[in-house]
């Protein structure tokens, strides 16, 4: 079945280190968005790609960095400094300039 | 910034009794809306969505209405059923190239059996 896979489902973070998420999508999807989601909270822009090999930072890219190499992968890595790195985030794909998202199920990030 | 804003964070319906989730979006100027439905631990699922040009959308047992003149959408679940019980987004889409969308807070739908 064609659909969004994050991994791992969970993950810790000690502090001062960088954890790399992992998205894969088989949609053939031109697009892809990482979202950060706190508790009662809407979703967050942190980085979108339309395309590969090209990037933009979202509403809160600050602490966050991510690669578009492949049409199938956008990993986003947290880095020591973002502070407040504890959250669900989610990965979305679409077809480039349309909609809908697709979202994977998420990944959550917690400090040691 | 813009924002997409819900009117009740919270919202209790007996099971079988009809549903309606509001929104208020801020960009007079979205040509794009959706509802996501987010269970817990999970990511979000589209459920529909509405272009500018149209005032109202049919699905499986869901509506969505769009009222432009006051910025206001929202989602009418038929005949409510406990698997209906989620955490429901809007979502809009202000005009650009970019496909970014900008999502409201969230509105609780608990079902009572």
């Known amino acids: 079945d064609g659909g969004i896979t994050q991994s791992p489902k969970y993950l810790f973070r000690k502090e001062g280190q960088n954890v790399t998420l992992s998205c894969e999508q088989n949609?053939?999807?031109?697009?892809m968005y990482w979202y950060r989601q706190d508790p009662g909270q809407g979703l967050r822009l942190i980085y979108y790609?339309?395309?590969?090999?090209?990037?933009q930072k979202g509403d809160i890219a600050e602490g966050y960095s991510v690669s578009r190499e492949k049409k199938e992968s956008f990993p986003l890595t947290v880095t020591s400094a973002q502070k407040n790195p504890t959250a669900f985030y989610l990965c979305?794909?679409?077809?480039?300039?349309?909609?809908?998202?697709?979202f994977g199920d998420g990944t959550r990030l917690s400090i040691l | 910034g813009e924002s997409v804003g819900l009117h009740l964070p919270t919202l209790s319906v007996q099971e079988g009794d009809n549903s309606i989730i509001n929104c208020a979006y801020s960009?007079?100027?979205?040509?794009?809306f959706i509802w996501y439905k987010q269970e817990s631990g999970k990511g979000p699922q589209f459920i529909i969505d509405i272009r500018s040009n149209m005032d109202k959308r049919q699905g499986q047992r869901v509506t969505v209405l769009l009222n432009k003149t006051v910025k206001h959408l929202s989602l009418q679940i038929a005949a409510t059923q406990p698997g209906d019980s989620a955490v429901y987004f809007c979502?809009?889409?202000?005009?650009?190239?970019?496909?970014?969308?900008?999502f409201g807070q969230g509105t609780t739908l608990q079902v009572k059996p």
């Open positions: 960009n007079s100027a979205s040509d794009y």
């Open positions: 979305a794909s679409s077809i480039a300039g349309e909609q809908p998202q697709h």
């Open positions: 979502a809009e889409r202000p005009p650009s190239n970019t496909g970014k969308l900008i």
């Open positions: 790609s339309q395309i590969v090999n090209d990037f």
């Open positions: 949609l053939n999807h031109d697009a």
